[in-house]
């Protein structure tokens, strides 16, 4: 980093390790419950927390980072002004807890950024921060930046089937049977920090996600140019559903870079296999 600024982000944000490595974010780990075995988020695979889910017939829950290891992380850079970044509120207890561990390891300056949003709607503010970071803005111009582009994060999936939705009790049984029954794959938007149902699609899944983009092309075309997200939680047999959504926004020509992510353990465990994202920051 390019001043005294430390980033840090719950690990919904799926930022693959290698975005993680290159602009030295640190990760706070939500937590995987699965009946009597918690884990952090990331240390298990999407294949590993699916084949459980599966064979339990039920969806792990999650729960926020614990205080323990928000302190224990935050301590090691109290002598920095430390960027840190939640999911919504509106989804997890994440943000109380980073405040609450920031004041117990008496951080110089903190910031606990709740985005509002989750998955890679978090990571592109991260990244913006991270950006700003390295070329030596100030804490307080980092900070103006993020209160302008939260409300313009636009997230958005394509989930291929509802059980995991229904598991977590985010939709009714009936919801659920009667979508996959008719192959309806839901549009999850990203509004006000809550998910909500925006369109509906109906076919395979490789036909529902070139609708989907193709759908969001007036808005991508809006956007701000310096990167997009391809999030997924496809699985190896889905592979060239992905790379026909990355050369589609590729080939539009319209940003600097076209990222792929794979969604972590927690977003993973809501939406199931085969749930597909274009995340990007729009223009005001």
């Known amino acids: 980093m390019g001043n005294n600024i ?23 780990p939500l937590q995987i419950i699965m009946d009597d075995r918690s884990v952090r988020d990331g240390e298990l695979s999407q294949a590993e927390l699916f084949r459980w889910a599966d064979g339990a017939g ?8 614990s205080l323990e290891d928000a302190a224990a992380l935050f301590s090691r850079y109290s002598d920095r002004e430390v960027i840190c970044f939640s999911i919504s509120s ?25 985005s509002r949003n989750l998955s890679t ?47 977590g009790g985010r939709c009714s049984a009936l919801t659920a049977i009667a979508a996959n029954l008719l192959s309806l794959k839901p549009k999850i938007v990203v509004a006000d920090g809550k998910m909500d149902v925006s369109k ?23 956007a701000d140019k310096q990167r997009v997200f391809v999030t997924h939680t496809m699985q190896e047999d889905a592979r060239p ?6 050369k589609t926004v ?17 977003i993973s465990s809501h939406c199931g296999p085969n749930t597909l994202g274009v995340l990007f920051i729009a223009q005001e």
């Open 200 to 222: 509906k699609y109906r076919g395979k899944i490789d036909r529902v996600t070139a609708d989907y983009v193709r759908d969001l092309m007036p808005a991508l075309e809006r």
């Open 121 to 167: 709607g978090i990571g592109l503010q991260v990244l913006r921060a991270a950006d700003m970071a390295a070329e030596g803005r100030s804490f307080d111009e980092i900070s103006a930046e993020l209160d302008r582009i939260i409300p313009l994060v636009r997230a958005s999936f394509v989930i291929d089937t509802l059980t995991y939705l229904r598991r």
């Open 250 to 266: 590729r080939d539009t020509g319209l940003f600097g870079e076209v990222i792929e992510t794979h969604a972590g353990g927690v």
């Open 6 to 28: 430390k980033i840090i982000a719950d690990s919904t944000c799926d930022l693959s390790p290698e975005l993680l490595e290159k602009y030295d974010i640190d990760i706070l």
């Open 90 to 114: 509106e989804m997890s207890s994440s943000n109380n807890v980073m405040r609450l561990a920031a004041e117990e390891a008496g951080c110089r300056r903190f910031r606990a950024v709740d």
């Open 58 to 65: 039920k969806t792990p829950k999650t729960a926020a980072p």
């Open 241 to 246: 559903v992905v790379e026909a959504v990355k």
